[in-house]
Every structure is written in C-alpha cells, then in structure tokens.
C-alpha cells in the first residue's frame, strides 16, 4: 500500500489486496494463494463486473474473514452511502461479524475515511458517518422494510441435523427466495460463502436454478483435476495451515460423506435408507429379450411459477428379461400444467409403441376416478390400467428396494440416471419421492402383469 495514499488518507486509492494486507499485517498474517483468488472476485464485485458471486471453500480455510470481516468494511470506501445486509444461520453469528467489521472501522477510520454514527453504533446494526448502513440478521430474524445494496450471506447452515432435514433445507430456500432477495435494489449484489453440507443445500438449489446467473469459486481441501488455482491433484490448499498428512488425518476421522462434502465441496447423497442404488447396474444395452415392458405414470399437475417447489410428473419405464432382472429403460420427467402433461403421457405411448402397458394412478374420489376416465380414453389403442394406490409409499417401494438390493436391477446409460439415484438414495427422507412412486408402480404393475407372447431385444430399442 503507498504510504503517501495512507497518509492522505485516500481510501479510493488502494486495493482490496492492499487493505487486507495492511489488516492483516498487524497481527503477523498476509493473504495466501486462495485468499488472492478470493480477493479478485470481491472486487469484481464491488465494481459491478459480476452480481452474483457464490464462494465454497472447506472449514479453516479463512473465507469469512475475507468476505464478512474485510470486505464490508472496504466496500463502503468505494459505495460510502450504501446498504450491507449480513446474514448467518443465526442472529449471534452475524452480530458476531457485524462487531468485528464496526471494530476495525473504528480502528482504521482515519485510513477509510469515514468512521461510525455516533447516533447508531450497535454491533450488528451502525451507520457510517458518510451515510452506509450495515445491518446484520440470522436466517431467522426479520429483514422486512430493509433494502440492501449487497447482501453476504455467510455460513447459512448450522449443523448436519439441520442440512440432513427436507424441512429445514426448504425453510432456508425459502428464507432466501420471498424474504432475503426480495430485498435486494436494483443492480444489488450477492456473495454467498459457505461450505456445502447436502447436495440440495442453499447453494446446490441456487446451482440447479439458475447455475449461469452465478460466479462459482469452488476450492476444495485438497486439489481434484482442473483446480482452479493450477494446483496438482491432491496439493493442499492451505499448506501453511494443513499439509497432505493433516488433511488425510482429517479424513479419516471425519468419513467420506462429510469429507466430500464439507473439505471437497461436493457432497454427495447419503446412503439410501431403503435403496442401495449403488447396487443397479448401469448398461449400455444388452442382449437380452424383454417379454413384459410397462410404463407407469406419477402424476402432478402444477407448474414451477419462481416461488414453488411442485411435485413432479413421473413416467418410468421398466422391462423384465428372460433371467428374471428388472431393466429401467427410460424416464420422463417434467413439471407442468394438465396439457403439457397429457402431451407428455401420449408422446410417451406413441414412442414406446403398443405392446408396452400403460400404468395410471387413480386417486380417490369422483375427481381421480374422472382423469383417470378421460387419459383412459386418450389412450385408445393401447393397453392402460388405472388403479389406486395401496398403502403407505414406503409400503409400496419395500419390493423394489428387495430387489435392488439383491442386485436384480439394471438401467440404460441416459441423462435421467444421476435424477434418479439421487431421489432413491435420499428415500423416504428426501425432497421428492415421485420417481420412486412411479417405479413402484411400474415394478407392482410388471409382477402382475401376463407374459407378453412378443420379445423384444433389448439392444435394439430406441428409448
């Protein structure tokens, strides 16, 4: 940093690097690599290059201390009558940062060139004396009546117990959607910094979304190919905090599931507690003939509006091979409204052609039993049953999950795959169960179902 833009006390005249070296440098420390990476995207931000920055980096790895501690305090210099909104899974959390970004302006006033209110001073809500105001919140606490400038959300989860529950993670996203980006001001930005804990956390939600709406930095504990650092596989990413050993040490003690997920940042589905989908086998195709071949359908009917989260309409499609192993061919899935699922449900048919079986869903009530009426008739010239369902979901899928896990399942290469393993890994716990509704219906259906006098090879099938 110049010395002579310090003793000016020209804030504007420094960088982000030069401000957390200065910082930092008081207490013997200084940016490491990642820190530098870091640095450059916080300014990108600031200047308006990116809005949308979302940071993963493993524990111990120093990200908000750069993002929530160094940053805010910086920023004012360059947007002096903005607001910060700081957020953290709990008010504590965030008052926490708040204090620490309030202490160091009070520190470096004379640098900054602007200090704090005398009227307002509080560790999780001050205003500057150039007309900024930092307020901090938990995910819980109200933010109504706020607009902020940019938004840091730090740390959102608390613990594996609430990352593990569909309800908590949906409270989260929903926190976020209606109440936290809503307040937002025009050309307002984001930084998200966290580590991933589930693959359907805040920042896996946001990533399947709108991925392209999001400037990723993604450091893992210890590097993977294509490092974005040019680090070599398995290099450290912090080797003055942690070096190899350490880290394998880590490793070790902690499990691959929370490995993967907190120190790699690629967290990965839970093993199922019904479903062994590790045990389906993955095939190309096959030699195999197929006598019996249904379609079963889920059923939804409500489309995705922004602040939704629908169920969705589920077709799969499973066969049965001479040696008795169930084969999943293919799956539809979409959401959308009664059209766009009735089109789905006959292009489905005309596709599979008519010797496979159409299974429906027939729910209770004159209502059920009238759309099951009218696909019934959309379907002339195919085979359709259309009946209700019995017992409970778990109840229906304890066959097909014997059957997994006996390793009498296989499936077709396809895009559909890893949607699908994911939704049986996380049953019954999960945030959707539709395919594997769909599935227990088509594997219930094919155990009933008479032998088709017709074979049809496997390897020769379109779908």
């Known amino acids: 940093m110049a010395d002579a833009s310090a003793e000016r006390g020209d804030a504007r005249h420094f960088s982000l690097v030069e401000w957390a070296s200065l910082v930092l440098g008081s207490q013997g420390l200084r940016p490491a690599r990642h820190h530098l990476r870091l640095i450059e995207r916080l300014e990108e931000i600031s200047s308006g290059a990116i809005d949308r920055l979302m940071v993963l980096m493993p524990p111990g790895s120093a990200k908000s201390t750069f993002v929530s501690v160094l940053f805010p305090a910086w920023w004012f210099v360059a947007h002096p009558r903005s607001s910060v909104i700081a957020a953290s899974h709990t008010a504590e959390l965030a008052v926490y940062f708040g204090r620490q970004v309030r202490n160091i302006v009070a520190e470096y006033s004379?640098?900054?060139?602007?200090?704090l209110s005398p009227q307002?001073?509080?560790a999780g809500r001050w205003r500057t004396t150039r007309g900024g105001e930092y307020f901090a919140a938990g995910i819980?606490?109200?933010i109504t009546g706020r607009r902020a400038d940019l938004v840091i959300i730090d740390d959102p989860i608390k613990s594996w117990l609430e990352a593990d529950r569909v309800p908590q993670r949906d409270h989260l996203w929903n926190w976020y959607r209606s109440e936290l980006a809503t307040r937002l001001k025009p050309k307002g930005r984001i930084v998200l910094v966290m580590t991933r804990w589930h693959e359907d956390d805040l920042a896996g939600r946001l990533l399947e979304a709108a991925a392209d709406e999001w400037t990723l930095l993604r450091l893992a504990a210890m590097a993977e190919a294509n490092d974005p650092l040019g680090r070599s596989e398995g290099e450290p990413l912090w080797l003055e905090w942690q070096d190899a050993k350490e880290l394998e040490r880590k490793r070790l003690e902690v499990g691959e599931r929370v490995w993967t997920a907190l120190y790699q940042q690629s967290p990965?589905?839970?093993?199922?507690?019904?479903?062994k989908p590790g045990r389906i086998s993955v095939i190309e195709s096959s030699t195999s003939e197929l006598s019996r071949i249904v379609r079963a359908w889920d059923l939804a009917a409500t489309v995705p509006d922004g602040s939704n989260d629908p169920d969705w309409t589920v077709g799969v499609k499973l066969a049965r091979d001479d040696a008795g192993r169930f084969i999943i061919l293919d799956v539809v899935r979409l959401r959308g409204g009664p059209l766009e699922v009735e089109t789905a449900i006959k292009q489905a048919a005309s596709l599979d052609g008519r010797a496979v079986l159409i299974a429906l869903p027939e729910d209770p009530g004159q209502a059920g039993k009238t759309q099951a009426s009218h696909l019934v008739r959309m379907l002339a010239g195919h085979k359709v049953s259309a009946t209700r369902e019995t017992g409970s979901k778990l109840v229906r899928a304890l066959?097909?999950?014997?059957?997994v896990e006996a390793g009498n399942f296989a499936m077709l290469r396809a895009q559909w795959n890893h949607a699908l393993i994911q939704e049986l890994a996380e049953f019954p716990v999960g945030r959707k169960d539709d395919q594997v509704d769909a599935l227990a219906r088509a594997f219930n259906t094919l155990a009933d179902a008479p032998e088709s006098p017709h074979r049809i090879n496997l390897a020769l099938l379109g779908r």
């Open 268 to 275: 990965r589905p839970a093993q199922g507690q019904l479903f």
């Open 110 to 115: 004379g640098l900054l060139d602007y200090g």
């Open 140 to 142: 819980r606490g109200p």
């Open 399 to 403: 066959p097909v999950a014997a059957q």
């Open 120 to 122: 307002s001073r509080a």
